[in-house]
């Protein structure tokens, strides 16, 4: 005689279904409230500094980090054509943000560099950013702000690691509205560490 076995069963599958659910739910609000965060950045970009608008931010900010890039290295890391790059740049340029100068390495080969002036003026945005941080995030604990720091250096290493880069969801948009010294605004991500945190080249977001 074959001994009986009870097998009992768990609620198991609902419990799945609501794992997911919520899951849904917090991935939603993240898309709702990083959508708010650029979109309250392309607003403030303007007030920031009247010679930069959010995309001019995102390239010096580039161009700062890492002195002597391409237009193609822009054009490349950001997903966008070089037509686009070489309109952006130009922009830069008229404005006297940045130069252009030979490549000692291939003297055909032109790299970006900040003027003076463009230092100046970034220096200026960078703490205009601190500041509004730091107003905003003033009651804020030391252990929520490592928290905080710590699960944006996680979304953005996680980004990294899927290739996923700014032109791919949200990121630099020559076409997200004007400001600044003509040139485009844009939700971008900035080239330097900073900059990596999500949208946090957007100036005062």
């Given at each position: 005689m074959q001994p009986c076995v009870y097998v009992v069963l768990y609620n198991q599958p609902e419990?799945?279904?609501?794992?997911?659910?919520?899951?849904?739910?917090?991935?939603?609000?993240?898309?709702?409230?990083?959508?708010?965060?650029?979109?309250?950045?392309?607003?403030?970009?303007?007030?920031?500094?009247?010679?930069?608008s959010l995309v001019s931010f995102t390239l010096l900010s580039h161009v700062e980090y890492q002195p002597g890039c391409r237009a193609t290295d822009l054009a490349a890391h950001y997903l966008l054509d070089k037509s686009t790059i070489s309109r952006q740049v130009s922009v830069l340029e008229r404005a006297g943000l940045v130069a252009r100068g030979a490549d000692p390495v291939d003297a055909r080969v032109h790299v970006l560099h900040l003027t003076a002036h463009g230092e100046e003026v970034l220096a200026q945005v960078n703490e205009a950013r601190r500041r509004a941080f730091r107003r905003r995030l003033a009651d804020w604990g030391a252990a929520d702000l490592d928290r905080f720091a710590g699960y944006l250096l996680r979304y953005n290493a996680a980004a990294d690691e899927a290739g996923e880069e700014a032109g791919e969801s949200g990121g630099l948009d020559p076409s997200a509205g004007s400001g600044g010294s003509g040139g485009p605004g844009a939700s971008g991500r900035?080239?330097?560490?900073?900059?990596?945190?999500?949208e946090d080249a957007s100036p005062g977001a």
């Open positions: 419990e799945v279904v609501h794992v997911a659910q919520d899951r849904d739910v917090a991935l939603e609000t993240i898309q709702r409230e990083m959508t708010a965060f650029a979109r309250r950045a392309r607003g403030i970009a303007a007030h920031m500094h009247p010679e930069l900035s080239g330097g560490p900073e900059g990596r945190a999500g």
